[in-house]
Every structure is written in C-alpha cells, then in structure tokens.
C-alpha cells in the first residue's frame, strides 16, 4: 500500500511538472500579445485546465492506462517510466524548450516496459497511433492556423487596425480559455493513466483484458488539481520562447493560434489520442506567423524545437530503462 501511495504522490508531481512546464502552451500568446498580465493569464488558464473534466470524457485516461500489458505492470514498472518523464521535463524545461510531457510519459513507460519484457508488452496499436500524431497534430495545427487567420484577415481586412486590436483583444480571451480547456482536457488524462495503471497493477482496479478500466473520480479530481496548480505556477523560460521566438503576434494572431490549437485539442481528446499540447500550439504558431510571410517565422528556433521533439521519446525511454535497470539489480520489480 505505501508503494502505490509513492507511485500516486509520484504520479501528481509529473501532473503538477507538466501544468508547470506547459503552461507556456496556454498563455503564452495571450502574455506576449499583452493581452493579459502573466499573474491573471496563469490564473485565467489554471481556471479551465482545472474544469476539463467537466467537458471531456476520460477516452485518453482509458487508453494509457491498458497501454502496458497488464501482466507486465507493475508499480516498479510505472514509478520507473514515471521517473524518466519527470527527469526529462525537467532538463528541457531548465533548457527552455517546449518539449511534450505527453510524449514523455508514454517514452518513459515504453522504455521500462520494452527493458523488462520486449516490444509486444506494449499495446502497439495505441503507441503506433501517438507516435503518428507527433506528425499529425502540429501540421494540422499548421493548418487550422492558416486558415483561421485567412479567415479572420478576408473577414476584417477594411476594418481600421486599431478597432481589429481592440476586438481581438477581447476575443483572444475566450480563444485563450479553449485552449486551456482543451490543454486540461487531454494532458491531465495522461496522468490519470498512469494512476490507473498502478491501481491496477496492485489489484486495486479490476479490468477486463482488452478494455480500458473506468477511471475513478476520485483519480480524475485529483489529477485536474495537480494540472492547475502547476499551471498557476508558470513556466515562464518556455512563455519566453512559445510566445516571443516563434513569431511576434498580435491579438488577432493570437486569437488564430489559440482557435486553431483548441480544435485541434478538442478533436484528438473525443478520439481517445494523447497529443501534445506543446506540437499543436507551435504548428498553430507557425502557421499563423506564415501568412504574414515566410520569413515571418524564426525557423532556427522552430528547428531547435523540431530537435527537441525528435528526441524526447528516446531520451525519456533511455532514463526510464535505466531506472528499472537499477530497481531491478535492487530486486524491485
């Protein structure tokens, strides 16, 4: 009982860490087009991170949490690919790139699994699927911020810039509280996975081979908490780049990539996928800033993070490994 709390407790503070580390995916638009201080733009975004579950179904939660075999998890085995996850939010967050949790979690539980039991412990099915959406979901963020923002400029291209400022300003509040919702909608599911999986790894969750257990409330409750508290903190290194080194914005921008990146959210969430928060809003982003020009975007940043994409996977994956390794030379399991 004392090591499925730890695994819990551990469980939170990676949901905390990544309200904390992609907190930069809900406000940084809203911050660096100055539509709201960072104090109330943290506080605005923890407010909706918190109420997702109010919205969403929890499909994702399901789905992570039948990701590992369930003959093959083990507390030993989650607290492991939780480790790695943590370890690397942390570096890349202290390097100030906009890695994904998502993505993470999932490589740090692959890693100890793949370790300790080979490929086929994995639901490969569901991993094949996330690691399609790395691709997917910022290019359909890419996407949908284009035409947005076409849009949006077709619709108020007479319209005097400073009355388009002034309504934008406005909007760009609720474009802002969507994306929020939809950050809290997908991403504190993944932790709750995660929970479940150590619930039923200690046969405190029964589940029928195949299908995805029933997420308790309790978990869910929990797990949205932990997501808005961490959001409240900020994580201001990540605001920084999101929202100042991709491409300068202005309100109606802002409204664009946020619109763009909730559709997105919202459309992978109903689907049961895990994706990243951090991909969509930069591919809305780039998308956004490319309709001004091509030369808009710093693509020497968008690279950087590109880098940073390609290898979190892998690198989270190795950590978790190794920390399994380690557990099981102790004869932890």
């Known amino acids: 009982m004392t090591a499925l709390v730890l695994i819990v407790a551990l469980a939170l503070a990676f949901d905390f860490l990544n309200g904390f580390h992609d907190a930069a995916n809900s406000i940084a638009t809203v911050v660096s087009t100055r ?6 733009a943290v506080a605005w975004a923890a407010f909706f991170n918190f109420v997702a579950f109010l919205v969403f179904s929890t499909h994702v939660a399901g789905n992570i949490a039948k990701g590992v075999d369930p003959h093959v998890a083990t507390l030993a085995l989650v607290g492991a690919g939780l480790a790695g996850a943590t370890v690397w939010d942390l570096l890349t967050w202290w390097w100030g790139l906009p890695t994904s949790s998502s993505h993470a979690l999932l490589g740090g539980l692959a890693g ?11 639901d490969l099915k569901f991993f094949g699927e996330t690691a399609l959406f790395i691709v997917v979901s910022p290019v359909v963020g890419l996407a949908l911020g284009f035409v947005v923002m076409k849009t949006v400029m077709a619709i108020f291209g007479r319209t005097p810039h400073g009355l388009v400022d ?8 609720v474009s802002a509280a969507l994306y929020s919702l939809g950050h809290g ?7 709750m996975g995660i929970i479940a999986a150590a619930l039923v790894a200690s046969h405190k969750l029964a589940v029928t081979p195949g299908k995805s257990p029933s997420i308790p409330i309790w978990v869910v409750l929990l797990c949205q908490t932990a997501m808005g508290l961490g ?3 900020g994580g201001w290194r990540i605001v920084r780049t999101m929202g100042m080194k991709i491409a300068k914005l202005e309100p109606v921008g802002g409204f664009s990539a946020e619109t763009a990146g909730a559709m997105t959210l919202a459309m992978a969430t109903f689907g049961g996928i895990p ?43 190795a950590i978790s490994a190794g920390t399994w390794i380690v557990l099981h030379a102790f004869g932890v399991d």
Do not use: C, E, M, Y
Not at 35 to 40: D, Q, S
């Open 35 to 40: 539509v709201l201080a960072p104090r109330w």
């Open 112 to 122: 100890a699994a793949i370790v300790k039991a080979g490929v086929h412990s994995l």
């Open 166 to 173: 002034r309504t934008f300003r406005r909007a760009q509040l």
């Open 185 to 191: 909608g997908n991403d504190a599911q993944k932790t």
């Open 231 to 233: 959001t409240l903190s």
């Open 275 to 317: 994706v990243s928060t951090t991909h969509t809003i930069t591919g809305a982003i780039v998308g956004v800033g490319t309709t001004r020009r091509f030369s808009a975007v710093r693509w020497g940043v968008a690279g950087r993070i590109v880098w940073a994409w390609i290898l979190t996977v892998p690198g989270a994956a």
